[in-house]
């Protein structure tokens, strides 16, 4: 079944324009031009998420927002602003927004971020996740020092490049532990903003700063006798890791004590922190780009997930597994892959891991026009005469000279292409993103 998305904008061209791009993606669309005809809507109609504008000719986005929240309608809120620091942007997050996009607004940015909400990914996942057995050995041993750690409760940090399917040995952590019964709470550290990370973390009591209009939990919270995996943890800002740090008050961290921002009531944190990163944390704890008792903190233990690449035995089985997976849920009734296609699985070289690899079938799935899924259902662009392997491009995590050059080489080898420069640079497209506005690229 299509996810309905709600856009509001009184802009009509900008407005057309993101409901063409949203319905090529398979999306089903609503348009109106003001907050009357939003509330209406959502009143008749069963919307997956709304993307509205702050400044509206009735109403405004964040007036609309205050009132899907006093209705207590669980529906995900994403605000568009031309002015990308206005106070409203920041205000929205407050209230409970899942993000916001600046103006104007980037296709891959927004499928991106609607992909991680309602696929679902978003910065808070609360669900189990069906995982699928691995048998490749390097995957296996993985996953073996995952279940043995698990019984424990030591902080676990999980180092990978970006799609190698981190969060799944999280899971295989937290389904091993005592704590499997209670929740696991993904938070995508880079999605944080800087000015609510304590307030995301540890909650915040009503009137703690402006906008603070009632009580709330954090993290810490919602994670209460379970699991809280901490994505991205190295994409953390400093800002936000000295906020984390004053608000655990580390000189107490033995105690497991923390304080919700505008309260001086001491909570205990009973919560098992499973990280994982893209990064050589230690690399950049050397750079000054994390804080060394933070590392310390995080890393009790160390596991390491491999590149798809280096695991060929999973690709086959995963590709099934992702297959049945869409046909089911997309009603489409494939029943494997053509032997080129399988071949081609094998001998792809996967830069984007196995997200990657789940997005081609997902892909793959809605497109074919047969039971059995072929090459050019599975959109992969391989030159004549050139090998599967991508052009190896200098790190992002180096000098910021480098950095920016590398992101210019990577977007002119990839003719501009933003998502594709950032497989390519090995990087999640939101990183690529920040990068860009750091050095003024556009």
Known sequence: MKKKILIVEDNTALAYMIQKWLSREG?????????PSAR???RKEDIDLILSD????????ISLLEWIQKEKMD?????MTG???VPGAVKAIKLGAKDYLAKPVQMEE??????????????VRLEKKMLHERISPKAVETERLAGKVAPFD???????????????????????????????????????????????????????????DSDREGYFTMAKGGTLFLDEVGDLPQGIQRAFLRALELRRLQENIYVPVGSNRELQADVRIVAATNEDMKRAVRNGTFREDLFHRLAGFEIRQPLLSECPEDIIPLAEFFREKYSGELRQATTGFTPDARKLLLTYSWPGNVRELQ?????????????????????????????AVPFVIRSLRNSDDVERQSIIDALKKCGGHRKKAAELLNVNPATLYRKMKKYGLR
């Open 359 to 387: 997005n081609r079938i997902r892909r793959a799935v809605l497109l074919a026009e047969q039971p059995l899924i072929d090459i050019k259902d599975l959109n992969i662009e391989i030159q004549s005469g050139t090998p």
């Open 54 to 61: 702050v400044r509206l000719p009735e109403g405004d986005g």
């Open 154 to 212: 030591i902080p676990v940090m999980i180092c990978g490049a970006n799609g190698t399917g981190k969060e799944s040995i999280a899971r295989i952590i937290h389904e091993g532990s005592y704590r499997r019964d209670k929740p696991f709470v993904a938070v995508n550290c880079g999605a944080v903003p800087k000015d609510l990370a304590s307030s995301l973390f540890f909650g915040h009591r009503k009137g703690a700063f402006t906008g603070a």
């Open 75 to 79: 529906v995900p809120f994403i605000v």
């Open 27 to 35: 999306y089903d669309t609503e348009i109106v031009s003001g907050e």
């Open 40 to 42: 209406k809507l959502v």
């Open 83 to 85: 002015y990308a620091s």
């Open 110 to 123: 927004l499928l991106d971020l609607l992909q991680e909400i309602l696929q679902p990914s978003s910065s």
